[in-house]
Nanobody, 125 residues
């Protein structure tokens, strides 16, 4: 079974940085995509970044473009989300998600089947 385990969340001041990690295992095929979602209290879950294992293509939501970077270290089986210039509105529970062979669209890659447990990011003003 596919397993995703997030780490790296915490409390940081506005303008600071954090790096989230998603350790993944159990994929049967190589054509999968992995991404990061955030969910703020009382709001819907929103995809902020996604990366294709097949060709390394990335997607970013407008709200994080230029501040967040998603990357993959295949040797370590880990996907990272480097978050810079953090804002209080970035405060949320961040989830790692994955799926096989998704059809990318304007809103990123539709990841439905595999989810981590989430890691909390809190940005103080």
């Amino acid at each position: 079974d596919v397993q995703l385990v997030e780490s790296g969340g915490g409390l940081v001041q506005a303008g600071g940085s954090l790096r989230l990690s998603c350790a993944h295992s159990g994929f049967t095929f190589d054509d999968y995509d992995i991404g990061w979602f955030l969910q703020a209290p009382a709001k819907e879950r929103v995809e902020v970044a996604c990366i294709s294992k097949t060709d390394g293509v990335t997607y970013y939501a407008d709200s994080v473009e230029g501040r967040f970077t998603i990357s993959s270290d295949d040797a370590k089986g880990t996907v990272y989300l480097q978050m810079n210039s953090l804002k209080p509105e970035d405060t949320a529970l961040y989830y790692c998600a994955a799926d096989y062979d998704t059809e990318w669209g304007p809103s990123g890659c539709p990841l439905e089947n595999y989810w981590g447990q989430g890691t909390q990011v809190t940005v103080s003003s």
